[in-house]
């Protein structure tokens, strides 16, 4: 059962019997909407405004609204007069007991057709968001496509409409109850993708992890809402031929796009990166084991003037990694410098105390280390109180040349027994 309009005037008695003349418009088949807007912002309920033209009676008029098996939020329910000819005022809103339906008293200063609109929320509608990318052959832009797929099971059929499924461009569809439709919400082209190569222990400890990076911002060909989170599936184009005007794609990889609001980054997980190895090894401190551990003491005075040390149940405790790092990416047959993120996972009060980056020449007995400056390559940067990331440029290696990358952080005040 749906809601709905119906013209019918009350009989020559109740004229008789009231001062006023009041014509009764019901809400039923007739007439039928002229415009229908649906607006999905919510996960819960959906902005519906439908406009109609009734006919109304000079003086008092009753248009009633009932509706049934659909679920609407009768208090978001609004009636409002977009045209009339002369004054159109609502004089009052009723809620019968027991039912699903409302009627309003408006008085009219002409008699003659008006455009009405109601507006009201109504539920079990939902637009969810899946995006689709391709990317020119060189990985340097993509072509972003997001999609909105919207489905109907509130009980209602809308017919035409215009839909906002909650991001992008309105759609104007014919919708009816239980149907699903995936429309195209908004598309960019030529945007810039930067590559970023993440090791992750946590995650993988053999493998480094491939990402397309993605700004949403103007100046990055994007910017115009906050992207939701929905799953990306990406295809990359094949190399073009001479003479061939269309190419063909091939499938790349998918993954859940997180929601990324105005001028934040979006990362994208293509694969593992075959070119960009990383290492991870748990060391000694450079002092040795005793330096593993730091005891914390703190004075302690006695009403009698003593003074002594105890020992809480803290101490700081020291880790030290060793990263090999090695870097074979080229681009048309030529060595690159790759960015590469490395994360690690700590919790409570923490510092870096110490940084060493490392070049090795040479194979095995005849290899030759050197500490070398980082301070331009490298990068340390803390996400929260529990997450740190080392951002740095690697430069190429080759078989004969790699480079160590070595940091210590100390972990403050850890309870032991």
């Not at 059962?1 to 009989?11: D, E, W, Y």
């Not at 009052?92 to 008293?105: M, V």
């Not at 997450?387 to 190429?396: A, D, G, Q, R």
Request: net charge neutral; glycine share 6%; with cysteine.
């Amino acid at each position: 059962m749906k809601s709905r309009i119906v013209l019918s005037l009350t009989a020559a008695l109740l004229i008789v019997l009231t001062s006023t003349a009041q014509a009764r418009i019901k809400l039923t088949t007739l007439p039928e909407r002229d415009t229908v807007r649906i607006d999905i912002q919510n996960g819960r309920f959906t902005l519906v405004e439908e406009e109609r033209t009734v006919n109304l009676q000079g003086g008092r008029n009753q248009v009633d609204f009932s509706w049934a098996n659909i679920n609407i939020d009768m208090d978001s329910i609004v009636f409002r007069v977009i045209k009339a000819d002369g004054e159109v005022n609502v004089l009052n809103t009723n809620y019968p007991p027991n039912e699903t339906a409302l009627y309003w008293t408006v008085s009219a200063e002409k008699a003659g057709p008006a455009v009405i609109r109601i507006s009201y929320l109504i539920g079990n509608m939902a637009a969810g968001p899946s995006y689709q990318g391709i990317v020119e052959n060189d990985e340097k832009k993509l072509l972003m496509q997001v999609y909105m797929t919207v489905t109907n099971t509130s009980g209602e059929d809308f017919g035409a409409c215009t839909v906002q499924p909650g991001v992008g461009k309105t759609t104007v569809r014919y919708f009816n109850n239980g149907e699903r439709k995936r429309m195209l919400a908004a598309k960019f082209a030529e945007v810039p993708i930067e590559k970023r190569y993440v090791f992750d222990a946590a995650i993988d400890q053999k493998r480094t992890r491939m990402y397309y990076r993605l700004t949403n911002d103007k100046d990055n060909k994007m910017g115009e809402f906050p992207l939701p989170y929905g799953k990306v599936r990406l295809f990359i184009k094949e190399p073009k031929s001479d003479g061939d005007e269309v190419r063909s794609q091939a499938f790349l990889g998918e993954d859940w796009a997180q929601y990324t609001p105005m001028f934040a980054p979006l990362d994208l997980y293509v694969g593992v990166a075959q070119d960009v190895k990383v290492e991870r090894f748990t060391m000694q401190p450079e002092e040795g084991p005793k330096k593993v551990h730091d005891i914390l003491t703190c004075p302690r005075f006695t009403i009698d003037g003593k003074k002594s040390t105890t020992e809480p149940k803290f101490r700081n405790e020291r880790s030290r990694f060793r990263y090999r790092l090695q870097n074979f990416k080229t681009e048309k047959g030529d060595p690159i410098t790759v960015p590469l993120t490395i994360k690690e996972h700590v919790d409570g009060e923490w510092t870096i105390e110490k940084v060493v980056l490392k070049e090795l020449e040479g194979e095995r007995n005849e290899q030759v280390e050197k500490e070398i400056p980082h301070g331009e390559m490298f990068d340390i940067k803390r996400i929260d109180v529990g997450n740190v990331e080392f951002e740095m440029k690697l430069p190429p290696t080759t078989v004969d040349k790699k480079y160590d990358l070595y940091v210590t952080i100390l972990r403050k005040n850890r309870r032991y027994q």
